[in-house]
């Protein structure tokens, strides 16, 4: 069984700063590409930002210079620094992962997704 489970959303004005983590468990052997996007209302989900296991980033171009993605191997966990927030970026905020876990008595690899954890920002 793994999970991912978000934290860290919440309200906030504009100009404000968030800070989400995701932390991933269960019986993990390792984890590639972990990653945030998010789904505003009438939106598709969209991507936010990706990094691998070796530290290599993407963003997406609406949060380049405002958003930072950092990952702590040992403790399995994303995180993502969001700064200058701007109502548009008001979405529920997903956490996504690539990994390997043990599966029974061999091992498996699948892309998990966290429940989401809401931000707000206000104008």
């Known amino acids: 069984q793994v999970q991912l489970v978000e934290s860290g959303g919440g309200l906030v004005q504009a100009g404000g700063s968030l800070r989400l983590s995701c932390a991933a468990s269960?019986?993990?052997?390792?984890?590639?590409?972990m990653g945030w996007y998010r789904q505003a209302p009438g939106k598709q989900r969209e991507l936010v930002s990706t990094?691998?296991?070796?530290?290599?980033?993407n963003y997406a171009d609406s949060v380049k210079g405002r958003f930072t993605i950092s990952r702590t191997n040992a403790k399995n966990t994303v995180y993502l620094q969001m700064n200058s927030l701007k109502p548009e970026d008001t979405a529920v905020y997903y956490c996504?992962?690539?990994?390997?876990?043990?599966?029974?008595?061999?091992?498996?690899?699948?892309?998990?997704w966290g429940q989401g954890t809401q931000v707000t920002v206000s104008s």
């Open positions: 996504n992962a690539d990994l390997v876990y043990i599966r029974g008595s061999s091992l498996s690899s699948s892309n998990y």
């Open positions: 269960g019986s993990i052997v390792s984890i590639n590409a």
């Open positions: 990094i691998t296991r070796e530290g290599s980033t």
